[in-house]
């Protein structure tokens, strides 16, 4: 037999949220499992949108309002099971105010209380009433997104989990990578901007820069010996991982790529293609420091690339040297300003966030 348990309530109005809440839930639990993320997390602003139009109907209520959302975990959670705890409600509640506020709506509710919808809806009723609202990702990855303070980088980052269909692992290895830093710092104030408000927006070679690249996939230790061979070889093993760092519209093509000319034979180590901006990228390894020879060679690689390889219709070819140690000035003497050649560092760990947001702290601004 199944056990009843009787829990309190706290008078009508709460038991008038916590009825309204019910109905939501059951009407959601209804519905044939199309879309089912979908559907939780419309649900869960639903949640949230009643429960702060509860609080705010009266000053009163915020006095005790710690108490009322640990009433109502109890019963939903009575009912219903798991995933209705005072920690969730809460999500639920920063959520629902979250959206509301950069949807343009007061944190009271969406619309005017004569045009909410109603309490019970079928699963095409709730998506046809929040249409309008950016959800595209699951439950989980909102919550993730949830305890990113700062709100440029909160916004960055959805974007571009929407955009790139980032699983909820990737999109965390990104945040702990700190991607959003390591691309500010080769953006000007504007450039940082745009990250906040559009995502990375790849026009132009530039914008494919970050640094430094991480590689702690792998799997190399900093402090172990390896040889340009082995680290190219485990790039190849983790190519999918090396395609999400180096980031959008990158395919492989080859490794090794040879080209001969006057009997001597080159290879460059890594060659990419970028089907947004319609051009190869070529990489070259480096497992010590940067020198000038390194910026020549690859000089040498392009201009063969753009001279021999690429068609008239597809654009100049970019170089990135990866190296372990670069030297600015050096990079500034060697090549020409309007040079489509780039030295990058990477790394073998996952970089301090800490450092990172101080480091964007003190930029300046102005650019690769």
């Known amino acids: 037999m199944k056990k009843t348990v009787r829990i309190a309530t706290g008078g009508d109005a709460e038991s008038a949220l916590f009825t309204n809440i019910r109905t939501l839930i059951e009407s959601a639990r209804s519905t044939v499992a199309r879309g089912v993320d979908l559907v939780q997390v419309h649900t869960n602003f639903e949640i949230g949108r009643h429960i702060v139009e509860f609080e705010q109907q009266g000053a009163e ?15 939903l959670t009575t009912e219903f099971g798991g995933g209705f705890s005072v920690t969730n409600l809460k999500l639920m ?3 629902y105010t979250l959206h509301a506020q950069r949807m343009g709506q007061t944190a009271s509710g969406l619309s005017e209380p004569k045009a909410r919808p109603p309490i019970s809806q079928t699963l095409s009723d709730l998506l046809a009433t929040t249409a309008g609202r950016p959800f595209s990702l699951s439950w989980s990855h909102y919550v993730f997104l949830l305890g990113i303070k700062k709100a440029d980088e909160r916004s960055f980052y959805e974007i571009e989990a929407t955009s790139q269909n980032w699983t909820l692992r990737e999109l965390r290895r990104q945040f702990q990578s700190g991607l959003y830093e390591r ?38 230790s900093e402090q172990a010996r390896f040889s340009e061979s082995d680290l190219e070889a485990a790039i190849i093993n983790q190519i999918e991982h090396f395609l999400l760092e180096l980031g959008k519209g ?5 490794r090794q790529k040879r080209f001969t000319f006057d009997d001597d034979h080159f290879f460059v180590d890594l060659v990419f293609y970028n089907r947004l901006l319609r051009c190869y990228v070529l990489i070259d390894l480096n497992i010590g420091k940067l020198t000038h020879q390194d910026l020549g060679q690859m000089q040498m690689y392009v201009n063969y690339f753009d001279r021999h390889v690429k068609t008239d219709a597809e654009a100049a070819t970019v170089g990135i040297v990866l190296c372990k140690k670069k ?17 990058r560092e990477y790394q073998l760990y996952l970089p301090s966030k800490e450092e990172l947001q101080q480091k964007l702290a003190e930029w300046p601004g102005g650019g690769d």
């Open 93 to 95: 509640r920063q959520f």
């Open 61 to 75: 209520r915020a006095g005790y309002g710690k108490q009322v959302l640990g009433l109502l975990a109890e019963r």
């Open 327 to 343: 030297h600015e000035t050096l990079v500034e003497i060697t090549l020409p300003k309007d040079a489509n050649i780039h030295a």
């Open 250 to 254: 990158f395919l492989f093509e080859a």
């Open 183 to 220: 691309l500010a710092l080769s953006r000007d104030q504007d450039g940082i901007r745009q990250l906040a408000q559009q995502g990375q927006i790849v026009s132009q070679p530039k914008d494919l820069l970050k640094e430094p690249l991480v590689l702690e996939f792998l799997g190399l």
